[in-house]
Every structure is written in C-alpha cells, then in structure tokens.
C-alpha cells in the first residue's frame, strides 16, 4: 500500500502543473524529441526535460536516447492507476453533484411559479 501511495503521490505531483500536464497531452498524440516537447512553451532544453524528469519520476513518461536525440513516450498505466483512485470517490461527488441539480430545479420551479403569479395578477388589473 506505501508503494501504491508513494506512486500516486509522484503522478498527481506531476500533474499539479499545467506545463507537465499539457506535455502529457502532447504526447499522447506520438513520440516527442524534448526540443519538440520544449517549443510551444519557449523554454530551453534543460527547462523541458526537468519537467520530463518530473514525468519519468511519476512513471508517466519514458525516455529513450538515440545518440543526441532523446524522445519521450507517454506511459499512461500511472495515469490508470490515478483514475482508479479518483473512481473510488466518484459516487461522492455523483450524489453531491443530484442534490445541487434538485436544489437549483426547485429554486427555478419556485421563481417560474412567482413570475406565473405576476403575470396573472397583471392580467386581471
């Protein structure tokens, strides 16, 4: 259970920033050299792959290196793992989620039937 939770620790560590999770996207598109993961955020080199090395600490990325070139691979079983977890609290925020939508649809019924009681006290005057 430590190792689970160390685990989860590192993949929402590095899902905790918006530049590691929009490198994630990227990389579910195919395999990115880190010059190409590095680009649409104007960042140099060695800012891109601190980020990758987050990446790779949580188990969400791998790196091979080819001579210069290294490229990057999403590895989304981490990512499973995550959303295993947050399934498991789902069914909490499912019934928080109806009592705000029953809540907001008696509030409207109760406003419509307000604005209905105007309008047929305008109509008889």
């Known amino acids: 259970m430590v190792e689970y939770s160390t685990h989860l620790d ?68 981490r990512l499973a793992e995550a959303n295993a977890w947050l399934r498991r609290y789902e069914r909490f925020w499912s019934a928080k989620l109806d009592s705000l939508e029953a809540l907001l649809r008696a509030e409207d019924e109760a406003k419509a039937k307000q604005v209905k009681k105007q309008v047929q006290k305008q109509v008889k005057e």
């Open 10 to 77: 590192a993949v929402f560590h590095a899902l905790a920033d918006p530049t590691r999770r929009a490198m994630l996207g990227h990389l579910a598109e195919r395999e990115l050299t880190i010059g190409e993961l590095a680009t649409p955020f104007h960042m140099s080199f060695a800012g891109a792959s601190k980020h990758v090395r987050v990446l790779e600490n949580a188990g969400l990325v791998t790196r091979t290196i080819r001579g210069r070139t290294h490229l990057c691979r999403l590895e989304a079983a």
